[in-house]
């Protein structure tokens, strides 16, 4: 889905897009915080079948009872670690397009479009709110090893890793960051703009990058998603932190959703075109 034209980049906060790497990691700190080492009294689902990847009698089976050892970020992925009569189970969120995860006092009206209430021992409610419903719950066994996701993370991949990643790959380097088995949690706004900081461009062949760019790209990326994750994660539509708060847009987008604008480096355009699917964004001087 594209999203709608925006009146200005100083108040960018209603499109859709998915949330990426820095607002699920905020979103996952921010319910540890407030739920860790509680109970899950009792579980409510919706009954809607599209957000429930485990059946959800199953669900409720899984967290009735259960501790909530820790809330941590794999990828896109919220993971809710559970302990207590449930020790080596997972809960596994994904947010999708526009879930949230709330933390609420009971008496907090339910929003609309809510699919999953958790009542907590601490009396407030952990709830999964999701309007269009590309969002999946999920429980998994956790015995073997912890839920570690289909790709690598990004924020902690060294660079042979990294560079190992690419080679001999024919997609476009957009495309390739896109792709969830190799990077795990890298979304549309962080691979331009790291693409940008890079100075390469989006269609650029992946398994064509040299050595040289392929570090200064796995530098860019960490770099702007650690100072994206410093900063709550930016903002996007429906992203809302933990407390039911909306994201703050304070990462200056350097490319993302600038189509038009001067580039902040060279004053040239910044361009739009279409990678993978995904509109990209890049400047035609910077970018190589
Ligand atoms: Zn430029």
Known sequence: ???????STASPVFWYEMPELPEVETVANGVHDRVHGQTIERVWTSGKP???KSP????AEALTGARIDRVRRVGKTIVVSLGGKRANSEFLVHLGMTGRLLVSAPA?????????ILTLSGGNELRFVDAR???RLSVRVSEEEAYGGPGIEPLTIGEEEFIALFRGRKTPIKAALLNQSLLHGVGNIYADESLFRAGIRPRKQAGRLTRKQLLKLREALKLVLAHAIELGGS???????????R??????????????????????PIKKIVVGGRSTHYCAVCQN
Request: proline content about 7%; glycine content about 8%; aromatic content about 10%.
């Open 50 to 52: 599209q957000t429930f």
């Open 56 to 59: 959800e009698a199953e669900i």
């Open 247 to 268: 994201g703050f847009f304070q990462l200056e987008h350097r490319v993302y959703m600038r189509t038009g604008e001067p580039c902040l480096v060279c004053g040239s």
């Open 108 to 116: 907090v009206e339910v929003p609309k479009h809510t699919h999953a």
């Open 1 to 7: 889905m594209q999203p709608p034209e925006l009146l």
């Open 235 to 245: 903002s996007v539509s429906d992203y809302v932190d933990a407390d039911g708060v």
């Open 133 to 135: 419903r590309f969002g």
